[in-house]
């Protein structure tokens, strides 16, 4: 007891010294040996690819590795994955990593940090190869603001040429890559070359830690600027049959605003240059298999669209009722069924569980927000989620004809989708297979009602007969 008592005080002084070594490990005994960054401005999504080569150069292990973003970066960081490479060229292999906000006390100029946590912490003298890729969303500004439908659309993109670290970094490079040679003008910070669609920034020797230098880019990108501002995907799971999807999209085209009257005869007449940043298509990838396809408006059923489906792949060509310029909206459903087989199972443990792809069918949009609601069968008890992202989760109740309690609907919602956020998710639930024959038994008993009911009428008033 005595000896316990003693011992206390120690550990805990040595608790404390442990955490103070380890928080003031991380950041400046850490130096990036080499860094590229390739940014892709192709599309409107921006996708950065970054690969650094960091050592540790102190003499305490590091468990994590900050990167840096500036403030307003931040709010548009829609997805950050990181891994760790290792071995050479064609024998590489990745080790996926945790990345998750962080807080760090002297952020100069309200720098933000996201932590990517080692798997093994990196010891002194050692050195490791991260890939991180990063996506922005609504990251690219149309200047002009407006333009006419014979205009093509041009747009700014920022960022710094150097690489913002709390790291110290040796060299550096960054490539730009842009849709077209169109470049109207971009910023110079030596050595700076451009070469067609790319322009390279660095290479940049021995900059400190939160270097920043700001560059503008001012380019043509006529991509379809696809944003779905609202999309809801309903999942209502029948144990009697199959799976049906009803999605509900807010689509909006989210670059330079359309200025003037839109001249339908101008649009199909020359279609190279009249409303080049327009759209007038999009492809919907639904899962395989998928049937009973429908899509339509508030107006009724749009008949101008394409399907294609496989064992593989089932592909949606939908055209909305007239092209979307900038500025534009539409909105529709799209609804299809899912054979029950290829998305419900049961686990090892006996529960069910709806394996299902997360994210907006559209390909290369962002949907500024996306809900997701899964209706489990009736009876069904004990839901429960598995996303590889954070989501926000909700239960609710749905009713519809025929049900008794009422149907469990899980919902999950989260904004600035992008579609490397496709991955598939589960839900998991319990059911007794009695409940069943809760709608049948709903169904004989309303028919035995109507006939008991019909008889009775025909008795009791036969004035009604004569
Ligand atoms: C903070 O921002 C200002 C203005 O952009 C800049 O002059 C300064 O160097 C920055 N400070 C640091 C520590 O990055
Ligand atoms: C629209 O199409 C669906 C599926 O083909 C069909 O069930 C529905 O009756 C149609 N609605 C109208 C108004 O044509
Ligand atoms: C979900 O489906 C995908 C694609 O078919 C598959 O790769 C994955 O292993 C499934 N996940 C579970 C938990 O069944």
Redesign the pocket.
């Known amino acids: 007891m005595e000896a316990q008592l003693r011992l206390r005080p120690l550990s805990l002084f040595t608790l404390l010294l442990l955490s103070l070594l380890s928080t003031s490990s991380s950041s400046h005994l850490l130096n990036v040996i080499n860094a590229e960054r390739r940014i892709d401005l192709t599309s409107h999504i921006v996708k950065v690819f970054l690969t650094l080569k960091v050592e540790n150069t102190g003499t305490i292990a590091a468990s994590e590795i900050l990167l840096a973003f500036p403030p307003n970066e931040v709010d548009h960081l829609a997805l950050v994955k990181a891994a760790a490479a290792t071995g050479k060229r064609k024998k590489k292999t990745y080790v996926p990593l945790d990345v998750n906000p962080t807080e760090q006390p002297d952020a100069p100029n309200g720098t933000k940090y996201l932590a990517i946590s080692l798997v093994k912490p990196l010891g002194a003298g050692e050195t490791v190869t991260l890939e991180v890729l990063y996506i922005l969303a609504h990251s690219l500004e149309p200047f002009p603001a407006e333009i006419s439908q014979s205009e093509s659309q041009l747009v700014y993109y920022s960022d710094s040429a150097i690489i913002l670290s709390p790291y110290h970094i040796k060299q550096q490079t960054t490539f730009i890559k842009t849709p077209s040679a169109k470049i109207e003008s971009f910023s110079r910070v030596e050595p700076t070359n451009r070469a067609g669609t790319e322009i390279k920034y660095g290479p940049y020797e021995d900059h400190s830690s939160h270097s920043f230098s700001p560059i503008i880019i001012h380019f043509e990108n006529n991509n379809p600027f696809a944003v779905v501002e609202d999309l809801v995907q309903e999942v209502e799971i029948s144990h009697w049959g199959s799976i049906q999807i009803t999605e509900h999209y807010k689509l909006a085209h989210a670059g330079a605003r359309h200025k003037g009257v839109f001249s339908r005869v101008e649009y199909q007449s020359k279609p190279s240059i009249s409303g080049v940043s327009s759209f007038k298509n999009l492809l919907a990838r639904l899962p395989p298999r998928a049937h009973s396809v429908y899509y339509r408006d508030e107006i009724g059923n749009i008949s101008s669209s394409h399907f294609r489906s496989d064992k593989i792949k089932s592909e949606l060509e939908i055209e909305p009722r007239y092209p979307l310029f900038g500025g534009w909206k539409a909105t529709f459903v799209i609804g299809y069924k899912l054979p029950l087989q290829d998305f419900l ?1 049961e686990s090892p443990d006996g529960r069910r ?1 709806l ?1 299902f792809s997360f994210g907006c069918p559209l390909v290369e949009t962002v949907a500024d927000k996306l809900t997701v609601k899964v209706a489990l069968p009736e009876g069904s008890k004990d839901p429960s989620v ?1 996303v590889p992202f954070p989501v926000e989760q909700r239960l609710e109740t749905k009713y519809s004809y025929l049900d008794v309690v009422g149907r469990t609907v899980v919902v999950l919602e989260k904004k600035n989708v992008v579609p490397d956020h496709n991955s ?1 998710f ?1 839900v998991y639930y319990t059911f007794k297979p009695i409940f069943m024959l809760a709608e049948p038994l709903m169904l004989v008993s309303a028919f035995f009602l109507f006939f008991v009911a019909s008889v009775a009428y025909l008795h009791i008033d036969p004035s009604i007969r004569k």
Do not use: D, M
């Open positions: 199972f569980y394996n598995e598939y589960q």
